[in-house]
């Protein structure tokens, strides 16, 4: 009996043991191993390789989702990223009408280049520098490419530390690998975006830029070129004084020719004499072509120093119409006033050809070219409209210009603004209307 209490005893003891050992492994897991006979069940389990490869799939899918999450965010980020190149390029293309405007408005800060001006120009709100946003771009796509470099190396060594089937590991790393092709397709498709937006924006510049220049060429071309005046030949020279260092000067020479006609309104406040209307010398021939009225003489038009006198008279203090025309055959000429032809000749410088590379001079008479002038010879008044023809104009031709029916300039030297310059003193104004001149006359 008392054996078998004992015997009862040990037992309940053994089996409440039992039971405490049961309750510890709930709650984690409940495994039925069989465990070999010669095994002492005292002894500790080998690592049950069922439970740690299933810690490990819930760790890589634990990355893998964070993975996912990262594509998800960096799509985000090229989504805003492609916004901002639209916004980049509307404000650019926004910024260059604004500029345009302000040129038109010529508030645009007159000379110089745009390229030199731009930087201090207005451009919106637009980044002083798209590079500063290529730059964030690409520190974004490097730190993305570092954390996936790292989740890789991590996973390469926890792979072969842990001991979990090859078949899993084939799978993570094919399902990385796929991730990886995605992030880095992104990453070259924003690489890609990145440099066509630089080269857009540099394309875009350039066009900009050159665009402006033009403009800025043309307005400094116009406001240098196209005078002051209604039109470039609406303008006279004015000379108001006798002097040998005022007179104004014609920046064109002229080429070698066989004929001329030269015709010029003047207008003289000076007698007797008007003095010289113009002068064209030529090195070794200062008296090439001469207009000259020298005290009481009569007019005089002089080729290669030879005289013709004409039966001019012009020095009523009116405006006047003048032509003289000449050619080398039997060097004829013919003079006309107010339209009318007063008289011709023959044997002026016959078969000489007008020498080229001089200097024409309005209002006074050279000794040497371009200078060595005579106060007593100076035209003194207001002289405009000096056209020069290689060619004999027709009557009628001088007569329509005369009497205002028509202008023409002259086909080698034409009287525009920017081709005439002034010294001394000499000034330019405004032309009154031909009927004005005409009336006057
Ligand atoms: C790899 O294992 C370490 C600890 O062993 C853990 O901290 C890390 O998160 C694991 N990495 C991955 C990607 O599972
Ligand atoms: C941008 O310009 C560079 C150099 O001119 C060129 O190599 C590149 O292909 C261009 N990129 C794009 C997207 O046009
Ligand atoms: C001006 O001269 C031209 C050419 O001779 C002539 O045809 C025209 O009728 C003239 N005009 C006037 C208003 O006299």
Not at 128 to 135: G, K, L, Q, V, Y
Not at 417 to 432: M, P, R
């Amino acid at each position: 009996m008392l054996v078998f209490v004992v015997g009862l005893l040990y037992f309940y003891a053994l089996g409440s043991g039992r039971i405490v050992r049961s309750n510890d492994i709930k709650g984690t897991r409940f495994v039925c191993s069989a465990i070999p006979k010669n095994v002492d069940p005292n002894c500790p389990l080998p690592p049950n390789p069922v439970q740690s490869t299933s810690a490990q799939e819930d760790e890589l899918r634990g990355t893998v989702m964070q993975l996912r999450e990262t594509v998800l965010q960096q799509r985000e980020t090229i989504v805003n990223q492609q916004g901002t190149i639209k916004e980049l390029t509307s404000k650019l293309s926004r910024c260059e009408t604004a500029a345009l405007d302000s040129l038109h408005d010529r508030k645009y800060p007159g000379q110089g280049s745009w390229s030199q001006d731009h930087g201090k120009n207005t451009m919106g709100d637009l980044p002083r520098d798209p590079a500063e946003t290529i730059d964030h771009l690409g520190k974004t796509m490097q730190g993305l490419k570092d954390r996936l470099g790292n989740l890789e190396q991590q996973i390469q060594v926890n792979a072969s530390t842990a001991a979990h089937s090859s078949e899993m590991r084939e799978l993570l790393k094919s399902r990385l690998s796929e991730l990886e092709k995605q992030l880095l397709g992104k990453v070259s498709e924003l690489e890609e975006e990145k440099s066509q937006l630089y080269n857009e924006t540099a394309a875009h510049r350039h066009r900009t830029e050159s665009t402006l220049n033009q403009l800025l060429e043309r307005i400094t071309e116009l406001e240098k070129g196209t005078s002051k005046f209604k039109s470039p030949e609406e303008f006279k020279l004015s000379l108001p004084l006798r002097t040998n260092y005022l007179y104004g000067r014609i920046k064109k020479s002229l080429p070698e020719m066989y004929a001329f006609t030269i015709c010029m309104w003047l207008k003289s406040s000076s007698s007797p004499g008007i003095g010289t209307p113009f002068s064209y010398g030529v090195p070794g021939q200062a008296n090439e072509i001469v207009l000259i009225e020298w005290g009481t003489n009569p007019m005089e038009l002089l080729v290669n120093d030879k005289v013709a006198q004409l039966p001019l008279s012009v020095g009523d203090g009116h405006w006047h119409h003048v032509c003289v025309t000449w050619t080398t055959r039997d060097g004829y000429w013919e003079a006309y006033q107010d339209g009318e032809k007063l008289g011709s000749g023959e044997n002026l410088a016959p078969w000489h050809p007008i020498k080229p590379g001089g200097a024409i001079i309005l209002g006074q008479e050279q000794d040497i070219v371009g200078g060595r002038f005579d106060a007593t010879q100076a035209f003194v008044g207001e002289l405009s409209q000096f056209n020069v023809w290689d060619r004999v104009l027709r009557p009628a031709d001088i007569e329509s210009l005369a009497n205002c029916s028509s202008y023409m300039p002259g086909n080698v030297v034409p009287w525009v603004d920017n081709n005439v310059e002034v010294f001394g003193g000499a000034t330019k104004w405004a032309l009154e209307m031909c009927e004005d001149r005409l009336y006057d006359s």
